[in-house]
């Protein structure tokens, strides 16, 4: 694993947030601390995390969740200056095609489940990924990207910023497993009772699953992100192409995430 994996922000009521910096690319360069972050859901901030959120001088907060989501648990922000981004146009996967572990009638099974959401991923997510990088491109930082856990459209939107800043795939799959460790996604559940992370609709808690099922869902399996970058390659011929062509990331807008993200 990664020597430098990004660092956990340990606010009381965060989930899975995390500074992206420190990161190594292949030239050479590091992705600069304090520009660019992940998270899951932000509704749980405690009045202790206040001074320290704002202390961070978000200026942008991409929300890839639906909005059914954002409306459940809204993003608690304490900057009114923080500019939130989120997007009504919906993707084709509905609530119900996201939760067909319903289905599911093993660990195998939902794992396999996993690995074809994450391989359509890339199909339906495009237009929050190209949202973030023109954010990105046009100096909006202090930025952080997040949906419910913190692990899936989170997971594949870093590990594309990552790429294109240059960082090693290895790291970036170091990165999404690093969740694993970041946060204990069940007991973040259970502390709050309204938590669903984008895992369950209300009508089906995690907690009455099948346990196998329910240990498929809320890891960071390397597999799934692998999966999607596999797929990206598979239909665009490389991950560069796909931020290129789908979405619409110029040489141009790469050279200024760079000289934005990047120090020596």
Known sequence: MNEALSKVLPFEGGCNFRDLGG???????????????????????????QPQLTNLGM??????????????????????????????????IDAQSELSWQDSVSGEHARSVMISLYRAMPGWLHTRLKGI?????????????????????????AALVLHTLGVPRQTILDDYEFTNTAVDLGAFMLKHSRAALGLTDGE???????????????SADRVYLSAALEQIEVDHDSVDNYVRDMLGVTDAMKRDIRATLLTD
């Open 204 to 218: 089906h808690p995690l907690q009455t699953m099948d346990p196998g099922v329910r240990d498929v869902l809320m």
């Open 23 to 49: 990161y190594r690319t292949i030239d050479g360069l590091q992705v600069r601390p304090g520009v660019l972050f992940r998270s899951g859901v932000m509704s749980y901030f405690t009045p202790d995390d």
């Open 133 to 157: 990088f023109e954010h990105l491109a046009a100096g909006n930082v202090p930025l952080l990207f997040h949906c419910a856990a913190g692990k899936d459209r989170t997971g594949l939107s």
């Open 59 to 92: 200026r942008t907060i991409c929300d890839l969740r639906r909005a059914d989501e954002r409306n459940k648990e809204p993003t608690r922000w304490p900057s009114a200056e923080t500019m939130l981004v989120y997007w009504d146009e919906e993707p084709h």
